[in-house]
C-alpha cells in the first residue's frame, strides 16, 4: 500500500549546484537542487529559481549564468548561499569560495565545485512564483582527478566528484552510496 503525501510534499534526492552570475568584480552565488538536463542537442539545462529573491533578477539581467556541482565537502558553504540574500552579502568573501573566470560567459565559475558549466540564458519561463530558466550549455569543466577510466573518454569517477544530495521534502544532505548497475544495459534481461 502506499501512503499520499499531496502535491506539496515532493520527496526525492537532487544533486546541490551553486549558480553563479554576474562577473569577476561582482558575483552572486544562489544554492539550487532544481535543475535538469533538458536537451542534448543543443545541450541545455533548466534551473528553477524563486521569484521573490535577489539572484533571479540577476540572472535575468546578466544572460548568463554557471552551474557548478557541490561536493559533500563544501556542503556548510553550500547551505551558506542557500539562506543567505546576496542582496546585502558578498557570499563569495563570506563562504570562502574562490572564483575563477570562465571561458566563454561573464559569470565566473567556482573553484571548489570539481563541475562548472557554462551557460548562456536562452529561455525565461515563469511557473506560479518560480521561474524556469533555460541555459544552453557553452563549455564544461572538470577537475582532472575527478575524471574516470581512460576506456570511455568523457567519463567521470562519480566517487571522487562525491556530489552532494539535497533531499528534498525533509531537507537533508545526503552522499552517493554505491553503484548497482549499468543504465541501457541491465534491462535487456527482461527483452525477450
Not at 560567459?105 to 551557460?119: A, F, G, L
Not at 563549455?139 to 552532494?164: C, F, N, W, Y
Request: some cysteine; hydrophobic content about 35%.
Amino acid at each position: 500500500m502506499k501512503s499520499k503525501l499531496g502535491p506539496q510534499r515532493i520527496m526525492f534526492p537532487l544533486p546541490t549546484v551553486l549558480v553563479v552570475t554576474g562577473n569577476m568584480e561582482k558575483a552572486n552565488i544562489v544554492t539550487i537542487a532544481w535543475i535538469s538536463m533538458l536537451t542534448g542537442s543543443p545541450p541545455t539545462l533548466g534551473i528553477s529559481v524563486g521569484s521573490r529573491g535577489h539572484s533571479a533578477e540577476l540572472i535575468k539581467k546578466n544572460k548568463d549564468f554557471s552551474v557548478n556541482l557541490a561536493s559533500s565537502n563544501i556542503m556548510t558553504e553550500a547551505d551558506f548561499c542557500g539562506i543567505t540574500s546576496g542582496t546585502d552579502t558578498d557570499k563569495f568573501s563570506e563562504s570562502g569560495l574562490s572564483k575563477m573566470p570562465s571561458e566563454l560567459i561573464s559569470s565566473p565559475i567556482i573553484k571548489e565545485c570539481p563541475i562548472n558549466i557554462e551557460c548562456s540564458l536562452k529561455d525565461i519561463q515563469m511557473n506560479g512564483k518560480t521561474y524556469q530558466f533555460v541555459g544552453e550549455i557553452l563549455q564544461t569543466h572538470v577537475d582532472e582527478d575527478k575524471l574516470g577510466s581512460d576506456r570511455e573518454p568523457g567519463s567521470l569517477d562519480i566517487m571522487a566528484v562525491d556530489p552532494l544530495i539535497y533531499y528534498s521534502g525533509v531537507r537533508e544532505y545526503w552522499r552517493l552510496g554505491e553503484k548497482v548497475g549499468d543504465a541501457y544495459q541491465i534491462g535487456k534481461k527482461l527483452k525477450k
